[in-house]
């Protein structure tokens, strides 16, 4: 069975991919550097696989060290082959991803997303590892006007974040174009991954403040904030409030599965693909979704727009559809109901 290297593979997107994947029998090598995960996760993914009796310790390998260290990634290279565990492919998860922070520290974001990516494609490269799926977002998306957003949608980050995940995707471009039958390149532009695993065993870190809508809903929900600010009720919407299109990182886990799969059986690929459910709800559907499935009354208040935010954002879904005939299978009340189950194990 193959080999996947997964960076940032103990973090939320990650770990839940290294569970779809172990659950098919693929062999994973995961690098993290920690820095906004733990080694916990370790045995979540442990005990998740053991409900099943599922579990192989000799299926996992980890490592903790940082993209930007090249003599650590081909440690791990290196590492692996001698254990007669060579990497065939990588998924890449590993980087920096709080949008406010972006902007304050760039160098950083170009550093740890662009940096650290060149890195590994070059370690990838001297080993002789050509198959790649990056984690991009929907943030590098522009025209807000033209709704839903297509692959083929004009490319117009609003802040540093976007800039570094578009900067990754024209890099895959690149060394395809410049040695096309030998790469298997793929970018997936995630929209708004929430929820986590049915079991509770894994989930989102919920450690320090969060910026996005749904770890903050569940600060509020076990009490450890106040109230949830809303960030604007004046927006050109039904009810006022932005429309995201939220997806069960169940799904999301299991579409990179797919997509690698897909990648695997060809000779050469350089695929771009968003990932939503293509149906968007409000920020208060989510809360009104999240207090009825959970039985939890969640205390908010309406303030003034966050600055960059847009009213509206969601995604075509047909070319995943059509190209790998996958449709995500879980609703947002099994985002909030998984994800709460989550997250009141953590206060
Ligand atoms: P996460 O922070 O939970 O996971 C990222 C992991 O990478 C963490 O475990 C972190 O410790 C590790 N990491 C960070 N810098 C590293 C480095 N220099 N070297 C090694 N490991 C490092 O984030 P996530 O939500 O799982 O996101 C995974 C990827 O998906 C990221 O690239 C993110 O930009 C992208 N993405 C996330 C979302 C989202 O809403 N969660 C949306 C679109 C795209
Ligand atoms: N929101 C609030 N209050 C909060 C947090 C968020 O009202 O405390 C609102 C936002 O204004 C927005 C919606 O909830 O209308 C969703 O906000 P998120 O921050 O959860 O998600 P975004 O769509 O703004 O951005 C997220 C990630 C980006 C990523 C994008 C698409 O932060 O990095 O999804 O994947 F690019």
């Given at each position: 069975m193959k080999n996947i290297l997964i960076t940032g593979g103990t973090g939320f997107i990650g770990s839940h991919t290294c569970i779809s994947l172990l659950e098919d029998g693929y062999d994973i090598t995961i690098i993290d550097s920690l820095i906004n995960s733990s080694k916990k996760v370790l045995e979540g993914l442990r005990d998740i696989l053991e409900l099943t009796n599922n579990?192989?310790?000799?299926k996992i390998h980890f490592y903790e060290g940082d993209i930007r260290n090249t003599s650590f990634l081909q440690d791990v290279f290196l590492d692996s082959k001698k254990k007669k565990?060579?990497?065939?492919?990588v998924i890449h998860f590993a980087g920096l991803k709080a949008v406010r922070e972006s902007k304050s520290n760039p160098l950083l974001y170009w550093d740890v997303n662009v940096k650290g990516s060149i890195n590994l494609l070059n370690i990838m490269q001297e080993n002789d590892c050509r198959t790649i799926l990056f984690s991009s977002s929907?943030?590098?998306?522009?025209?807000?006007?033209?709704?839903?957003?297509?692959?083929s949608s004009l490319i117009n980050p609003s802040n540093t974040y976007g800039y570094t995940k578009a900067a990754v995707e024209n890099i895959l471009k690149n060394i395809f174009d410049a040695d096309s039958s030998k790469w298997r390149v793929g970018s997936l532009r995630y929209f708004n991954p929430i929820g986590s695993h049915p079991s509770g065993l894994i989930g989102e870190n919920s450690r320090g403040k969060p910026e996005n809508i749904f770890p903050y809903i569940c600060q509020v929900a076990s009490g450890i904030k106040d109230k949830l600010y809303i960030f604007g009720n004046d927006w050109p919407t039904f009810d006022g409030t932005c429309y995201r299109d939220y997806i069960h990182v169940v799904d999301l886990a299991e579409v990179h599965k797919i997509t690698l799969k897909y990648l695997l059986e060809r000779d050469s690929a350089n695929l771009t693909l968003n990932v939503g459910k293509g149906k968007p709800f409000s920020v208060l559907e989510l809360i009104k979704t999240f207090e009825r499935v959970n039985n939890i009354k969640i205390n908010y208040e309406f303030s003034s727009r966050r600055d960059g935010d847009i009213a509206i954002s969601f995604a075509d879904t047909s070319k995943i559809y059509n190209l790998l005939k996958w449709k995500p299978l879980k609703s947002l009340e099994d985002m909030c109901k998984d994800g709460w189950n989550w997250q009141k194990t953590c206060v």
């Open positions: 579990f192989d310790e000799n565990k060579t990497i065939d492919c929907a943030t590098v998306y522009g025209d807000i006007e033209n709704l839903p957003f297509k692959e």
